[in-house]
T-cell receptor
């Protein structure tokens, strides 16, 4: 029944490590997004894919690399993690004029 | 450029009080959509309402109501007879329907409802 799911829910790791977050949606939407929410709750869009094609890339360090194997999945890989990467990462999906529906979030803590 | 401003960082009310959360937006588009989302302490983002730029009718859903005024570029959200369960961060957002539905979020308003 879950519309947008993310794994893992929590991720604790050391600086310098590489980690991935996975996202899947079963809503049949063409567009998926990654957002970063910082400690002040500000939501910042990072990337968006439409039908597996990158369409939005918001000046994110190239240590962050999204990958969309199909339109139902959008994964986020982060290389060489830094302290400042600690945040909650949300995946979302939507249709052309629909609301964006969000996953439960992944809380990333970099030690 | 598109922009959403939620000037109220945090609001505290006592249960049963009415409270209005302000949202002011900027856009040069004539067609756009406005949204409100709720983020309770559990962390998920819950969609509340969508409004398109051609529909200025106010909307009421139970204790929630929304006032959209193009003349002042505002889309305010009122909770009537607030309850403790309304405590959350509320986000207003503006979308670009012609740009793959890109969203611009406001900075959020944290609502504390005290018993």
């Amino acid at each position: 029944d879950t519309a947008v799911s993310q794994t893992p829910k929590y991720l604790v790791t050391q600086m310098g490590n590489d980690k991935s977050i996975k996202c899947e949606q079963n809503l049949g939407h063409d567009t998926m997004y990654w957002y970063k929410q910082d400690s002040k709750k500000f939501l910042k869009i990072m990337f968006s894919y439409n039908n597996k094609e990158l369409i939005i890339n918001e000046t994110v360090p190239n240590r962050f690399s999204p990958k969309s194997p199909d339109k139902a999945h959008l994964n986020l890989h982060i290389n060489s993690l830094e302290l400042g990467d600690s945040a909650v990462y949300f995946c979302a999906s939507s249709g052309p004029i629909l609301p964006q529906f969000f996953g439960p979030g992944t809380r990333l803590t970099v030690l | 450029a598109q922009k959403v401003t939620q000037a109220q960082t945090e609001i505290s009310v006592v249960e049963k009080e009415d409270v209005t959360l302000d949202c002011v937006y900027e856009t040069r588009d004539t067609t756009y959509y406005l949204f409100w989302y709720k983020q309770p302490p559990s962390g998920e983002l819950v969609f509340l309402i969508r409004r398109n730029s051609f529909d200025e009718q106010n909307e009421i859903s139970g204790r929630y109501s929304w006032n959209f005024q193009k003349s002042t570029s505002s889309f305010n959200f009122t909770i009537t007879a607030s309850q403790v369960v309304d405590s959350a961060v509320y986000f207003c957002a503006l979308s670009e329907p012609y740009n793959f539905n890109k969203f611009y979020f406001g900075s959020g308003t944290k609502l504390n409802v005290k018993p």
